[in-house]
Every structure is written in structure tokens, then in C-alpha cells.
Nanobody, 123 residues
Framework: VQLAESGGGSVQAGGSLRLSCAASGTLYGTYCMGWFRQALGKQREGVASTNPYGRTDYVDSVKGRFTISRDNAKNTLYLQMNSLQPEDTAVYYC??????????????????WGQGTQVTVSS
């Protein structure tokens, strides 16, 4: 499974960005997907996740601002990020876990990772 993120960039506080993650390769069975981020000097944290049936989970700091969605027909995951704040600055990664029904936010549960895309929010 190969994952490729796109859509990162630099925005001012209050702005929006939409990240995409295209999955390719053998995606068999059901799989969960998630967005994670890692700020400089900090551990990687789960931002949002989704299972194959539309169940989602979000870290508290992004609830009401970020929306995760997936297009199973296109094997693509999205993260709409609104009202961005400087503390959202990080490298954002998408990840997949095969044979999954619980949308974990803990990165340790994910098997396949993209290369990451930088999101920078200036004040």
C-alpha cells in the first residue's frame, strides 16, 4: 500500500487548507484511515480518523474545525481544515490500517504511512 499526501502549504491564521491522501496498491479487506501530525520537537499525534463505515474520531483540539472524509471509490482520504491556528503547524501524515473497523487515533495502530506534507500557519 502506498499513500501520497498533497495539499499542504502556508496560510495565515483563520485560513483553510484541504489535504488529500491518495492510496494505491493492494487495499484488501476493510481499512481505517487517519490523519496525523508531528510538530517540530513533538511526538506524532492523531488528528482525525475514519473507519470504512463513516465513523470518525477527532482529537479535541480540532473538533469543529477539521473534517475528515473518504472516497472509497477513489481510495482517497481528505482533511478539510478550517480556522487554522499557528499551533496547527506541523507535518501532516496520512496512514492506513487494513482489516480495521475502529478508527483509532493512536499512531501505533497504523501500518502504512505517507511521506507527509507540511502545513504552516502564521499569526
Amino acid at each position: 500500500v502506498q499513500l501520497a499526501e498533497s495539499g499542504g502549504g502556508s496560510v495565515q491564521a483563520g485560513g483553510s487548507l484541504r489535504l488529500s491522501c491518495a492510496a494505491s496498491g493492494t487495499l484488501y479487506g476493510t481499512y481505517c484511515m487517519g490523519w496525523f501530525r508531528q510538530a517540530l520537537g513533538k511526538q506524532r499525534e492523531g488528528v482525525a480518523s475514519t473507519n470504512p463505515y463513516g465513523r470518525t474520531d477527532y482529537v479535541d483540539s480540532v473538533k469543529g474545525r477539521f473534517t475528515i472524509s473518504r472516497d472509497n471509490a477513489k481510495n482517497t482520504l481528505y482533511l478539510q481544515m478550517n480556522s487554522l491556528q499557528p499551533e496547527d503547524t506541523a507535518v501532516y501524515y496520512c496512514a492506513a490500517r487494513l482489516f480495521c473497523s475502529t478508527p483509532f487515533l493512536d499512531p501505533k495502530w497504523y501500518d502504512h504511512w505517507g511521506q507527509g506534507t507540511q502545513v504552516t500557519v502564521s499569526s
